[in-house]
């Protein structure tokens, strides 16, 4: 079984660029997550889509941030424009629907804002 | 708010020592509690999955323990080897209707050869 794949691994970029980043979930996982890992700290869930409509989005930075499961598979996650303090592993991750087993993280994107 | 908290942030063993990895989380209201492995540059692992109704989960040699009315989980690994040096970090489900879940900040283990 293929795992959640990410792209891209790294980015660099300056303060007020934009960036995106990209998740395939595990084939047949309706519930995608993306999640924001600052250095040091756990996880922090920024957008849960089950299908392609949203769950929650309480944590993410609606200013900045955005999101988007079109056809209910792939995802994509933006920033822009970018500061600081986005700097970070942006974690995506999977699980089939209403399942508590079968939660999988891709490797993640680390971003660099400088 | 529901927060989870890991003690100790940081271990250093040798190897072949039996560690408990610490964590407490302050509300009682969750569905169930997961032990993650996190290898650098890579991504969660799961390790044991606690339902709340349940007290414990043993896998290999992980076992993960569950008191969830004080709030309070700790994951036993009995024979440290150099292969487990990793961080290990727990989360919890609140009970709502999402599947998030909340994590601690980790603990990184280091076994030492």
């Known amino acids: 079984e293929a795992g959640v794949a990410q792209s891209p691994r790294y980015k660099i970029i300056e303060k007020r660029q934009s960036v995106a980043f990209w998740c395939n979930p595990i084939?047949?996982?309706?519930?995608l997550y993306w999640y924001q890992q600052i250095l040091g700290q756990g996880p922090k869930l920024l957008i849960q889509?089950?299908?392609?409509?949203?769950?929650?989005d309480s944590q993410l930075p609606k200013d900045r941030f955005s999101a988007e499961r079109l056809k209910g598979v792939d995802s994509t996650l933006k920033i822009q424009p970018a500061k600081l303090e986005d700097s970070a592993v942006y974690l995506c991750?999977?699980?089939?629907?209403?399942?508590?087993?079968?939660?999988?993280f891709g490797s993640g994107t680390r971003l660099t804002v400088v | 708010k529901q927060e989870v908290t890991q003690i100790p942030a940081a271990l250093s063993v040798p190897e072949g020592e039996n560690l408990v990895l610490n964590c407490s989380f302050t509300d009682s209201a969750i569905y169930n509690l997961q032990w993650f492995r996190q290898d650098p540059g890579k991504g969660l692992t799961s390790l044991l999955l606690?339902?709340?109704?349940?007290r414990e989960q043993t896998s290999g040699r992980l076992n993960a323990s569950l008191d969830k009315s004080s709030g309070r989980s700790t994951l036993y690994i009995a024979a440290s080897q150099p292969g487990d040096s990793a961080t290990y970090l727990c989360?919890?489900?609140?009970?709502?209707?999402?599947?998030?879940?909340?994590f601690g900040s980790g603990t990184r283990l280091l076994v030492r050869p």
């Open positions: 991750a999977s699980s089939p629907l209403g399942a508590d087993y079968g939660y999988t």
């Open positions: 084939s047949g996982h309706a519930t």
């Open positions: 989360a919890v489900r609140p009970m709502d209707s999402s599947y998030k879940l909340i």
């Open positions: 889509f089950q299908n392609n409509g949203v769950v929650d």
């Open positions: 606690i339902q709340s109704s349940q």
